[in-house]
Every structure is written in structure tokens, then in C-alpha cells.
């Protein structure tokens, strides 16, 4: 796999996360990179995104103000830091990229993580 997202995991109500993704052998520098979501039931959408030089990031309405999406370049390495989660932010969360270059953000994606489920419920 190109993108492997860290583990989620189960967490109360109002708890914060971070997840990340690494990018080993993937041409990380070269790509916006977002954060995309399925929560149960629904579609999968796009919640987070950044070019690959950080100077636009998009957030989805709901998660504005509690979700914050960062990278590392040089670590081939993106975040997402998760504050105030509520049981909506329950689903698996995808890292995601391409197929277009540094500024692409919407989707649709040509490179997925695997995902890693988040839960949160007291």
C-alpha cells in the first residue's frame, strides 16, 4: 500500500484524536493529499484536504473549527487532529491523493489508505 493510515480507535464523546498517514514510496511532495470519511451507512466524503505546499487547505462544513489537517513533508507524513468528536464523526477515515498534482484536493481520488476506523461513543 502507498498510503497507510496510523490506528483510530474508540473515543468518548468530546476526546480528541490524531490520526496520520505515511506515504514511504509515494511521491508525497507532489500531491495534495486530503481526508476522506464513511461513517456507517452513508457515502464516503471528503472532509479534509491540503496542497502539497500548505498554503490552501479545504474543511468540510461540519468539522470546521474542531478538525485540522497538516503535513509533513518531509516525512512523507499527513495529519489530521480531531478535537470536540461527537458520535457523527463515527467512520472510517481514508487518506487520499491524486490523480491530480500539488493542488488537488476534491476528489475523486486515484490512490486510497486501507482506512482506520474511528468510533466515538461513551
Known amino acids: 500500500a502507498q498510503l497507510m493510515e496510523s490506528a483510530g480507535g474508540l473515543v468518548q464523546p468530546g476526546g480528541s484524536l490524531r490520526l496520520s498517514c505515511t506515504a514511504p514510496r509515494f511521491a508525497f511532495s507532489s500531491f495534495g493529499m486530503s481526508w476522506v470519511r464513511q461513517a456507517p451507512g452513508k457515502g464516503v466524503g471528503s472532509v479534509s484536504g491540503s496542497y502539497s505546499d500548505c498554503s490552501n487547505k479545504y474543511y468540510e462544513d461540519s468539522v470546521k473549527g474542531r478538525f485540522t489537517i497538516s503535513r509533513d513533508n518531509a516525512k512523507n507524513t499527513l495529519y489530521l487532529h480531531i478535537n470536540s468528536l461527537n458520535p457523527e464523526d463515527t467512520a472510517v477515515y481514508y487518506c487520499?491523493?491524486?490523480?491530480?498534482?500539488?493542488?488537488?484536493?476534491?476528489?475523486?481520488?486515484?490512490?486510497w489508505g486501507q482506512g482506520t476506523r474511528v468510533t466515538v461513543s461513551s
Open positions: 487520499a491523493a491524486g490523480p491530480g498534482g500539488v493542488g488537488y484536493v476534491g476528489g475523486p481520488f486515484g490512490y
